[in-house]
């Protein structure tokens, strides 16, 4: 199994950038495809996009396409999302999650392990 942990969440001026990462361990990053989420207080954890165990596909959801990017070291055992022109609605907390798969491709549900989060908040 891999144990996923998030960082880089933060506070930060609409309009701006952060970096978020997910440093895995425990196994072969390569062999996992990758997603990220968030979820705010009172609500259902949202898919916000994911990648291939290659990295060769992404996919995002229709409210972060265009501004958020996904990508993967597997020399790193590390996964990234890249988030611009961030909005107060982005505030969540997000989270990455694996799943242990041969086949390329990108994955909305189903993933077997998910990290403990990091706090994103987007002020006005």
């Known amino acids: 199994q891999v144990q996923l942990v998030e960082s880089g969440g933060g506070l930060v001026q609409a309009g701006g950038s952060l970096r978020l990462s997910c440093a895995a361990s425990g196994h072969t990053f390569s062999s996992y495809a990758m997603g990220w989420f968030r979820q705010v207080p009172g609500k259902e954890r949202e898919f916000v996009g994911a990648?291939?165990?290659?990295?060769?596909?992404?996919y995002y959801e229709e409210s972060v396409r265009g501004r958020f990017t996904i990508s993967r070291d597997n020399a790193k055992n590390t996964g990234y999302l890249q988030m611009n022109s961030l909005k107060p609605e982005d505030t969540a907390v997000y989270y990455c999650a694996a799943k242990w798969t041969k086949v390329e491709v990108t994955l909305r549900h189903g993933y077997d392990y998910w990290g403990q989060g990091t706090q994103v908040t987007v002020s006005s």
């Open positions: 990648i291939s165990w290659s990295g060769g596909n992404t």
